[in-house]
């Protein structure tokens, strides 16, 4: 994903930043993953899928490794 477009998207939750790992863009606050389809985020609040504990260290040390 463009670092540009990354820098000015953020949770339509919480209004934080969001991390971009394996193709989704995931709030490590809320614990929430936004899919993007077609190359657009889908940012809508009732399209997010709540993750795990697993899924959710998995996703943080994707996002450190990347």
Known sequence: MDAQ???ILVCPA????LLYVDGQ???P????????DDGIPVL???EAVTVDD???????????SS
Not at 14 to 17: A, I, K, T
Not at 54 to 64: I, K, M, P
């Open 25 to 27: 863009l995931y709030n």
């Open 14 to 17: 919480d209004r934080g930043p």
């Open 44 to 46: 809508l609040v009732d």
């Open 54 to 64: 697993d899924e959710h260290h998995r996703l943080l040390a994707a996002a450190g």
């Open 5 to 7: 477009l990354l820098s």
């Open 29 to 36: 606050r809320l614990r929430r993953s936004y899919r993007i």
